[in-house]
């Protein structure tokens, strides 16, 4: 299971709202009907509340789904409700977006929050 206790944050440096913006590029876990590896892109956008996800500390996070056999739609779910429970951000964005198998391509939108409206389409 991923392990949402290798997550750590830290205070945010202003009291003034701000985005936060990090990309993954090289995120991993496996298909749960196939078994077959499945490659995405993690956007993660959030606006503290206080605190800060710590960049080495969501690195290993993400890696823990790398043997993980979970559906799109439950990573991109999952990755948001962890770390909204560890940061508590005044709103949070996920978005993953899979390259194709089959012909297919697919992106995944989670959020919670008002959202504001420059960043519902991802």
Known sequence: MPKVE???CFASPSAR????EHENEEFTSVCPKTGHPDFG???LRY????????????????QS???EGIFYEAVTNRICDD??????PEWIQVVSTWR?????RSRVIAAHGPVPEAWLRG
Not at 47 to 62: F, Q, R, T
Not at 83 to 88: A, F, I
């Open 6 to 8: 290798l997550l750590e």
């Open 17 to 20: 709202p701000f985005v936060i």
């Open 41 to 43: 892109q993690i956007t």
């Open 47 to 62: 606006e503290p509340a206080g605190h800060c996800v710590e960049l080495k500390s969501l690195k290993l996070y993400y």
């Open 65 to 67: 789904f790398r043997n």
């Open 83 to 88: 770390l909204r429970e560890v940061m508590k």
């Open 100 to 104: 194709g198998r089959g012909g297919i």
